[in-house]
């Protein structure tokens, strides 16, 4: 019988951390936020660009749409991963509920061109409005997942 060996590594930046001179965890988080809010024009063109990207499948007839949900997919994978940071976080779900349709398609079969077409139809309309989350975003985004939830959409 082999006997177990429990290894844990050293944490170097514990030491880093607890120096004198190291930044506390407030101002890390502080400079994090900084950051992310100097990203934000170059965040919301990169969603620009996703988004038009996407906007091309909503024209597209059932069967392009279909053969071509892997890459609508992952542009709108892009577009939630990110959105969020710019202040954009209807649009980021609403590109989440894509994402997830897409995925039940090559998990389960199951395909609904119609949902899918409402999904691409509400981020028009949530970035027209400015991607926040607001009142009438919130009922979009709450109707559209329980038509995810009827339909089987796992997320």
């Given at each position: 019988m082999?006997?177990?060996?429990?290894?844990?590594?050293?944490?170097?930046l514990?030491?880093?951390?607890?120096?004198?001179?190291?930044?506390?965890?407030?101002e890390l988080?502080?400079?994090?936020?900084?950051?992310?809010?100097?990203?934000g024009?170059?965040?919301?063109?990169?969603?620009a660009?996703?988004?038009e990207?996407i906007?091309?499948?909503?024209e597209?007839?059932e069967?392009?749409?279909?053969?071509?949900?892997?890459?609508?997919g992952?542009?709108?994978?892009?577009?939630a991963?990110?959105a969020?940071?710019?202040?954009?976080?209807?649009?980021?779900?609403?590109?989440?509920?894509?994402?997830?349709?897409?995925?039940?398609l090559?998990?389960?079969?199951v395909?609904?061109?119609d949902a899918?077409?409402l999904?691409l139809?509400?981020?028009?309309?949530?970035?027209?409005?400015?991607?926040?989350?607001?009142?009438?975003?919130?009922?979009?985004?709450?109707?559209?997942?329980g038509?995810?939830e009827?339909?089987?959409?796992?997320?």
């Open positions: 082999t006997v177990v060996r429990i290894f844990t590594p050293e944490n170097r514990a030491e880093i951390l607890q120096s004198l001179e190291a930044p506390t965890a407030q988080i502080a400079d994090a936020e900084t950051r992310v809010t100097a990203l024009d170059a965040i919301r063109a990169y969603v660009e996703k988004l990207e906007r091309v499948f909503a597209q007839g069967e392009e749409l279909f053969a071509e949900c892997r890459t609508l992952g542009a709108a994978l892009d577009v991963e990110v969020g940071a710019a202040g954009m976080e209807a649009v980021g779900e609403v590109a989440r509920g894509i994402s997830a349709m897409v995925d039940n090559v998990t389960s079969g395909w609904h061109t899918l077409r999904h139809d509400a981020l028009a309309l949530v970035n027209r409005a400015g991607g926040g989350l607001d009142e009438e975003s919130e009922v979009i985004l709450g109707r559209l997942r038509m995810r009827a339909l089987g959409v796992v997320e």
